[in-house]
């Protein structure tokens, strides 16, 4: 495999906001030994020991790992939720370090959308309601946010469900919507949490495959944790995480062992 150094980063623009454009082969996600600890006060817990590696714009991602490998606090630093410790994250050409919680927040709002356990549908909403707060909240007008909303709903083919609160769901449809809900701003970057963790094989897999389906159509890149072997399978890489480490990023690198070399792509 030819290796590439990795690209210079661009400078942060003077309001601070959105990057310029990347040149289509630089990575959309690079982390560059990148450490977390918690610390509760009483035990200091190594979440991330160093990880680097790097996403290519429009991949489909999975990464597995034990529970407590670090999953969760990687998708979590990635996306800029939780600051990091020591290493750099570059999304987008841009160290999201150098960037306020404005600019990351706006930068959230428009090219991200989340599939998070914790981030789940508000039951006193609608489905159409639900999917599209984003984007009232980031201040779309009422008629275009409905008229999105009601678009995402089409996509995950629950349109017909718009009305019905997330009680009067199954599993499977819930989870669509959240998915609709993750789509509606059309985010070029797309995190999933254990995605298909409460449903059933046959309802995982329609999940996966309508993710399989946005990935190749609109060219966005997934990355999603997974416990499920099968889920895994039907990512074109699998990132392998293991007490804080990534022992295998889908591409012969291993950091730890080969940091030096899984610096690059
Ligand atoms: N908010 C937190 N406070 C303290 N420890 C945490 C916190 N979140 C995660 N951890 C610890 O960090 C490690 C990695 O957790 P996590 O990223 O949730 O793993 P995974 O998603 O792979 O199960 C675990 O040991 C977990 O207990
Ligand atoms: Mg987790």
């Given at each position: 495999m030819e290796h590439t150094a990795l690209a210079p980063m661009a400078a942060p623009r003077a309001d601070g906001l959105h990057p310029p454009a990347a040149a289509p082969n630089m990575p959309i996600i690079q982390a560059l030994d990148v450490v977390k600890t918690y610390d509760t006060g009483k035990v200091r817990v190594p979440a991330l020991r160093g990880v680097s590696f790097a996403v290519g714009r429009g991949e489909m991602v999975a990464v597995m790992g034990p529970s407590g490998s670090g999953k969760t606090t990687l998708l979590n630093c990635?996306?800029?939720?939780?600051?990091?410790?020591a290493g750099r994250i570059i999304v987008d050409g841009t160290d999201i370090a150098t960037m306020s919680d404005r600019a990351k927040t706006d930068y959230r709002a428009r090219n991200m959308g989340f599939v998070f356990q914790f981030y789940?549908?508000?039951?006193?909403?609608?489905?159409?309601?639900n999917v599209e707060l984003p984007l009232v909240v980031s201040g779309v007008k009422p008629k275009e946010a409905r008229e999105r909303a009601l678009r995402a709903?089409?996509?995950?083919r629950l349109k017909e469900w718009q009305t019905q609160k997330p009680a009067e769901l199954s599993g499977?449809?819930?989870q669509r919507v959240t998915i609709a809900r993750a789509l509606v701003n059309d985010?070029?970057?797309v995190w999933a949490d254990e995605p298909t963790g409460d449903l059933d094989s046959e309802t995982a897999d329609e999940i996966i495959g309508l993710m399989q389906d946005l990935n190749r159509r609109r060219q966005q890149t997934f990355i999603l944790v997974t416990h499920d072997a099968g889920v895994g399978a039907r990512c074109r890489r699998t990132i392998r995480m293991r007490d804080g480490l990534i022992v295998d990023d889908g591409l012969g690198n291993v950091d730890g062992v080969r940091r030096s070399e899984s610096l690059k792509v």
């Open positions: 990635l996306a800029g939720l939780e600051s990091v410790d789940n549908l508000l039951p006193v909403l609608s489905a159409v309601e709903l089409e996509t995950v499977g449809q819930r985010p070029a970057i």
